[in-house]
């Protein structure tokens, strides 16, 4: 996130937008193929004719019988529609007004980055030697309403620097932990449909919100936009706090480990 819209805004300035995106089409292909042809492991060992069977209909038999893995969508849903609100118009409206030169963009990246560093090597080895996986939760969409409702009265480019760490480092909890509840929510020869249904839910999201959050600017104002966000994180906080399940086995896990998980 830090280095990479870096060297692509300078290949692009250097070339065209049209060379620079035959360059990343290459350099994608060029680094992803031999990673999952030669390093990617076997996660499970499904024979293949019991693979052959997995059908499409499968997917609704598992979501209705599975009370942990709708709620881990739920919350999902929920997340990714604040987060699409709120970031379409403070990267895409606000910093580009805020911001004077081309180096503001780099200050950005350089503050999710530190910020995503912070909470992942200081701040969450702390907190969840104390705190249950659904007190993180709550603590994080705390964290996550207040920056989406600070970003509506936001005035100045240090000030938007500020909102922007405390929201990445909020949605990189909140997510993680609706990660591991989709995941741990299935056996693990189900893992590929539950993280299936998450990318679905998670591209629906990003297709239908922008719709909405494009209404607002045009009609109302863009407030609306973190409005909604925020109030979505309302939503989700009382719905952790009223219906959300303490699961023990996945205190500790809220973040993915560095090290290799053997199966």
Same mark, same amino acid.
């Given at each position: 996130?830090?280095?990479?819209? %870096?060297?692509?805004?300078?290949?692009?300035?250097?070339?065209?937008?049209?060379?620079?995106?035959? %360059?990343? *089409?290459?350099?994608?292909?060029?680094?992803?193929?031999?990673?999952?042809?030669?390093?990617?492991?076997?996660?499970?060992?499904?024979?293949?004719?019991?693979?052959?069977? !997995?059908?499409?209909?499968?997917?609704?038999?598992?979501?209705?019988?599975?009370?942990?893995? #709708? $709620?881990?969508?739920?919350?999902?849903? !929920?997340?990714?529609?604040?987060?699409?609100?709120?970031?379409?118009?403070?990267?895409?409206?606000?910093?580009?007004?805020?911001?004077?030169?081309? /180096?503001?963009?780099?200050?950005? +990246?350089?503050?999710?980055?530190?910020?995503?560093?912070?909470?992942?090597? %200081?701040?969450? @080895?702390?907190?969840?030697?104390?705190?249950?996986? #659904?007190?993180?939760?709550?603590?994080?969409?705390?964290?996550?309403?207040?920056?989406?409702?600070?970003?509506?009265?936001?005035?100045?480019? $240090?000030?938007?620097?500020?909102?922007?760490?405390?929201?990445?480092?909020?949605?990189?909890?909140?997510?993680? $932990?609706?990660?591991?509840?989709?995941?741990?929510?299935?056996?693990?020869?189900?893992?590929?449909?539950?993280?299936? !249904?998450?990318?679905?839910?998670?591209? !629906?999201?990003?297709?239908?919100?922008?719709?909405?959050?494009?209404?607002?600017?045009?009609? +109302?104002?863009?407030?609306?936009?973190?409005?909604?966000?925020?109030?979505?994180?309302?939503? +989700?906080?009382?719905?952790?706090?009223?219906?959300?399940? $303490?699961?023990?086995?996945?205190? *500790?896990?809220?973040? @993915?480990?560095?090290?290799?998980? /053997?199966?």
């Amino acid at each position: 996130m830090f280095f990479g819209p %870096i060297v692509g805004s300078k290949v692009a300035a250097w070339t065209s937008l049209r060379t620079s995106q035959f %360059i990343v *089409g290459f350099v994608l292909a060029g680094t992803m193929i031999p990673v999952v042809m030669f390093l990617l492991p076997t996660t499970h060992s499904i024979p293949r004719l019991a693979s052959a069977r !997995l059908r499409p209909q499968d997917y609704w038999h598992m979501i209705s019988k599975n009370s942990a893995l #709708k $709620e881990g969508l739920l919350i999902r849903a !929920l997340l990714i529609s604040a987060y699409v609100c709120y970031e379409m118009i403070s990267r895409n409206f606000l910093l580009r007004n805020f911001m004077h030169n081309t /180096n503001e963009s780099a200050y950005v +990246l350089l503050t999710m980055s530190a910020s995503l560093l912070a909470v992942q090597f %200081i701040v969450m @080895p702390i907190v969840q030697r104390t705190a249950s996986p #659904k007190r993180l939760l709550q603590v994080s969409l705390v964290a996550l309403f207040g920056s989406y409702l600070a970003a509506a009265f936001a005035n100045s480019f $240090e000030q938007m620097l500020m909102i922007t760490a405390v929201q990445t480092a909020a949605y990189a909890v909140a997510y993680a $932990e609706s990660s591991t509840q989709i995941t741990t929510a299935v056996e693990l020869t189900d893992l590929g449909k539950a993280t299936g !249904l998450a990318s679905m839910v998670q591209w !629906l999201t990003h297709f239908i919100l922008p719709i909405y959050a494009s209404q607002l600017v045009e009609h +109302l104002h863009y407030t609306f936009a973190f409005y909604t966000s925020a109030l979505l994180s309302v939503f +989700l906080f009382a719905y952790i706090s009223v219906y959300g399940k $303490e699961t023990p086995n996945r205190s *500790g896990t809220l973040l @993915p480990s560095l090290s290799a998980t /053997n199966y």
